[in-house]
């Protein structure tokens, strides 16, 4: 079954140091992996994606991700963390076509420190 | 425009009530999707439409009852609900392949009382 896993329940960061959202997956074939970002009150917003080709896979506000195939991982990361990143993050795998769900990990809460 | 757009935001109703929650896009999605989402937690599946056919029912009780009008519009019928359905009740929609995108909506805040 396609699953992902996110090991810590927060992240707490200083404003301006780099933060990472640590995902690992466990497919059968090729993963699609998903960042989503949910602000306080608000639905879950898209970050970024892969699917395929690059590793390295570049998103929204200022967030990149990279695939590891070796290390079953996705992580999320950005270079300079702002307090208005401070929000829930999930990460979360396509399950197989013909199948339209996504498998969600149980969410990392960002704290970011000003 | 990736914009999925919910109504009402905020419900409030009592355990004898009938009500519906609203969901539309304007995207060309096929695939339209109602998830539940307790505080902290993640959004939790309860029904997919696929060209306007429930595909899949992830055991949900019968008080929900979900709708698709159209290839647009997503309903979620509510009645006789329980406090412990009080939740954020999310939309979502996307095309039918696993690489694309699922776009979700702002929520509608259900309170049951």
């Known amino acids: 079954a396609q699953s992902v896993a996110q090991p810590e329940d927060q992240v707490n960061v200083a404003e301006g140091n780099p933060l990472t959202v640590k995902c690992t997956y466990s497919?059968?074939?090729?993963?699609?992996l998903f960042w989503y970002v949910q602000y306080p009150n608000r639905g879950l917003q898209f970050l970024l994606k892969?699917?395929?080709?690059?590793?390295l896979v570049k998103g929204s506000y200022g967030f990149e991700a990279e695939f590891n195939k070796s290390q079953t991982s996705f992580h999320l990361k950005k270079p300079s963390a702002l307090v208005s990143d401070s929000a829930l993050y999930f990460c979360?795998?396509?399950?197989?076509?013909?199948?339209?769900?996504?498998?969600f990990g149980k969410g990392n809460q960002v704290v970011v420190i000003p | 425009d990736t914009e999925v757009t919910q109504t009402p935001k905020h419900l409030v109703m009592g355990m004898t009530n009938k009500k519906s929650l609203k969901c539309e896009q304007h995207m060309g999605h096929r695939a339209m999707y109602w998830y539940k989402q307790k505080a902290k937690k993640p959004p939790e599946l309860m029904f997919v439409y696929s060209y306007e056919k429930l595909s899949i029912n992830e055991s949900v009780p019968s008080r929900f009852s979900p709708e698709c009008p159209n290839s647009s519009l997503l309903n979620l019928h509510l009645h006789a609900l329980q406090p412990e359905d009080s939740a954020l009740y999310l939309c979502?929609?996307?095309?039918?392949?696993?690489?694309?995108?699922?776009?979700f909506g702002e929520g509608s805040w259900l309170t049951v009382v």
């Open positions: 892969y699917i395929t080709g690059d590793n």
């Open positions: 497919v059968s074939g090729n993963p699609y």
């Open positions: 979360a795998v396509r399950v197989l076509y013909g199948n339209n769900r996504l498998a």
């Open positions: 979502a929609s996307s095309q039918e392949l696993p690489g694309n995108t699922i776009y």
